[in-house]
């Protein structure tokens, strides 16, 4: 423990984060995003470092410091971002925490100059842009896995309920499909947006039936709670 008693639990791992939203070019001056902060995936790293872990932070147009302690690799889109974390996880992950919002699509072409507005055959058209599948990062960690125990591999879904059923239903759901070890859920709903400060979020394990939930708190807490979780997962 540190003098303040807070834990160093995570002495000797490699925790890699990921964190942001990525941007996917259409051309020179034009991107698809979103609308993810990057808060939460920075106040992970900031604890998981504050708790002895040796921190790589794969950060996705992210506009905050740089955490103590974090070695921060810069990315832009999905295909960089999936290339950054293959390397931290080559470089002997324990621990891959996917909180970085990834484009499910991205631009099928780049268009290497401006696209302009005069368009088509009469200059008053408006260009269709086609879109293809980026490749789902946490699922191919997943499967690059194998029977392998590490690394351990945490998700984050942030989940509406709807006519197909409530938050927790989606989350559980969305946990056997990626096949990971811990999924952060978080509630948004009318008014909760991207980029707050405070959220709920229910924190899931394969097999086991109860679900821990954490909030309305601060990302700092909601942090703590998943690398408590984490470091249970992980044993000693
Ligand atoms: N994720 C990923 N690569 C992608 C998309 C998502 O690694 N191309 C990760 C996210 O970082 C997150 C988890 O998968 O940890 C769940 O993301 P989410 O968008 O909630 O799930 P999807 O499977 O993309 O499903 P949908 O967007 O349809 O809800
Ligand atoms: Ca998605």
Not at 20 to 47: C, H, I, M, W
Request: proline letters at 6%; charged letters at 25%; glycine letters at 10%.
């Amino acid at each position: 423990r540190r003098a303040d008693g807070s834990p160093v639990d995570l002495a000797g791992r490699h925790v890699v984060v990921s964190a942001g939203g990525t941007r996917e070019p259409l051309d020179p001056v034009r991107f698809l995003g979103n609308r993810s902060s990057g808060k939460q995936g920075y106040a992970l790293a900031a604890e998981a470092a504050r708790r002895g872990a040796r921190v790589t932070l794969v950060s996705a147009n992210v506009d905050l410091p740089a955490p103590e302690g974090a070695e921060v690799v810069d990315v832009e889109t999905g295909l960089q971002l999936q290339d950054a974390v293959h390397q931290a996880v080559a470089d002997d992950a324990d621990v891959v925490v996917m909180a970085a919002a990834v484009a499910d699509f991205r631009p099928a072409a780049y268009a290497t100059r401006k696209i302009k507005k005069e368009h088509g055959p009469d200059a008053s058209e408006a260009p269709v842009v086609e879109l293809v599948r980026n490749p789902d990062v946490l699922a191919g960690l997943v499967a690059d896995r194998g029977d392998r125990d590490r690394p351990f591999l945490v998700g984050f879904a942030a989940e509406t309920g709807d006519d197909q059923g409530d938050v927790l239903q989606h989350a559980r759901a969305k946990l056997e499909r990626k096949g990971c070890d811990l999924l952060v859920a978080n509630e948004v709903g009318p008014g909760v947006t991207f980029g707050q400060d405070t959220s709920t979020v229910h924190l899931l394990r394969p097999d086991v039936a109860d679900v821990r939930t954490v909030g309305p708190t601060g990302k700092d807490k909601v942090a703590a709670a998943v690398l408590d979780e984490v470091v249970s997962a992980l044993g000693t």
